[in-house]
Nanobody, 124 residues
Framework: QVQLVESGGGLVQAGGSLRLSCAAS????????MGWFRQAPGKEREFVAA????????YYADSVKGRFTISRDNAKNTVYLQMNSLKPEDTAVYYC?????????????????WGQGTQVTVSS
């Protein structure tokens, strides 16, 4: 069982930056692939970024490529999402997710564990 707790959300102006963190419980965190998803008001939850168990490979949605960076620190059981050049359309609740398979996945159904989400609001 893995529990995930996100933090770092908030209100930022367009062009600004935020770093989200996702702290995980459980001894097997280092063997899990991790992902970030987001859900804007009135929209479906969508994939943002994912990282393999080792951190050696990452994958991004086209909408955030070049602006967002996913990383992890297995010693701290934490995954991060650095968000730069934020746009109003990045406004959403951001969710951290974990899957007990070390390779990247981009669909929600492939993730077994979810955090409660953290709100990111980008003002224009």
């Amino acid at each position: 069982q893995v529990q995930l707790v996100e933090s770092g959300g908030g209100l930022v102006q367009a062009g600004g930056s935020l770093r989200l963190s996702c702290a995980a419980s459980g001894r097997t965190f280092s063997s899990y692939a991790m992902g970030w998803f987001r859900q804007a008001p009135g929209k479906e939850r969508e994939f943002v970024a994912a990282i393999t168990w080792s951190g050696g490979n990452t994958y991004y949605a086209d909408s955030v490529k070049g602006r967002f960076t996913i990383s992890r620190d297995n010693a701290k059981n934490t995954v991060y999402l650095q968000m730069n050049s934020l746009k109003p359309e990045d406004t959403a609740v951001y969710y951290c997710a974990a899957r007990p398979v070390g390779i990247i996945a981009t669909t929600q159904s492939e993730y077994d564990y979810w955090g409660q989400g953290t709100q990111v609001t980008v003002s224009s």
